[in-house]
């Protein structure tokens, strides 16, 4: 099968092609003009460089391909509210459902977010059946992954697009080059994290969302989305959990939801007035104070996700920054 991956680039895009490519596909990616790609350079794969938010990009990428993995995305949560943030989220998926029913694909996996559903507790965790719940945030990154996976699932109804959407939760694993997750590991590793918030998250390791979205070129029902996660853990445990992993002191103060608040208030203020990126914004507080448990069950059920040791996802994460320079 000849695949279309856009995103290729990232954290989950970089362990996806080369899941990929171990199931003899043909891979090809469409990546953006001036993308840091050496993560891809010994990959054999074919090139295109171009934009999501120009049609001609994506068309001239899709000839040939059988389907389509759209994991480009913005992902930044500041500023909160961002024109550029909703046009490549929203239009971008936009233009790449259009190329894709026009090239009469025969699977588009949509790659989104479990945060397109409602989170949960431990004892009642979040799942693909509970409404939206992170508009409070008001966060343009969100709301506008909501509003593409609706277009996706849209598009099944209205044009027959063969599509399912898979919505990972927080991933950790190797070839983490910006870094995302491991920027956390390495903290933890420098001593650098005071305390911890109040709140928790699921946790993935990036190799299985790999394999669960590979899986869904052929498993899962059109028209159906799948949350890939693994374990619930606050940031007390998991922050315990890398630092005895990397051989650090965990940090011990559970610093309360008014303090984490009025310092995100403080840090969004310093981003507004000096247009620099705060350490934690208004809306990252609120986030961490919040429980954002989900339940993997339906991917383990329907696309065969695997369940690999979080222990593993951290212990790689780490040794391929420190391989790569990110620390010593």
């Not at 092609?17 to 794969?45: A, G, M, Q, Y």
């Not at 109040?198 to 969302?209: E, F, I």
Request: with cysteine.
């Amino acid at each position: 099968m000849k695949i279309l991956v856009t995103g290729a680039d990232g954290l989950l895009g970089n362990n996806l092609v080369r899941e990929l490519l171990s199931r003899d596909h043909e891979v090809s990616v469409l990546l953006l003009p001036n993308s840091p790609t050496h993560s891809l350079d010994e990959l054999n794969i074919e090139r295109f460089y171009g934009n999501i938010l120009n049609p001609e990009d994506i068309e001239k990428a899709i000839v040939g391909c059988d389907a389509v993995i759209h994991a480009a995305a913005n992902t930044n949560i500041w500023p909160s509210r961002s024109e550029i943030i909703r046009k490549v989220n929203f239009n971008g998926t936009k233009n790449m459902i259009d190329a894709a029913v026009k090239a009469n694909i025969k699977r588009f996996i949509y790659i989104g977010t479990a945060n397109s559903f409602g989170f949960g507790s431990k004892q009642n965790p979040g799942n693909e059946t509970k409404p939206y719940s992170s508009a409070k945030y008001g966060v343009d990154y969100m709301d506008s992954k909501l509003e593409a996976q609706k277009l996706v699932l849209k598009a099944v109804k209205d044009h027959g697009l063969p599509a399912i959407t898979v919505n990972p939760t927080f991933m950790l694993g190797p070839y983490d080059t910006k870094p995302s997750a491991g920027a956390m590991i390495l903290a933890i590793y420098e001593e650098k994290v005071p305390g911890f918030a109040p709140g928790g998250r699921n946790y993935l390791y990036v190799k299985d969302a790999a394999v669960g979205i590979a899986n869904g070129l052929t498993k899962g029902r059109i028209g159906e989305s799948y949350i890939v996660g693994n374990i619930n853990l606050s940031y007390q445990e998991m922050f315990t959990k890398m630092a005895n992993l990397v051989n650090a002191m965990p940090p011990k103060i559970k610093i309360p939801s008014i303090f984490i608040k009025i310092y995100g208030m403080i840090g969004s203020l310093y981003g507004s007035l000096t247009k620099k990126q705060p350490t934690v914004s208004y809306p990252m507080a609120l986030i961490s104070c919040d429980e954002h448990y989900f339940d993997p069950q339906k991917a383990r059920d329907e696309l065969d996700l695997p369940q690999t040791d979080i222990d593993t996802a951290i212990t790689e994460s780490f040794n391929w920054l420190k391989e790569n320079g990110y620390c010593n």
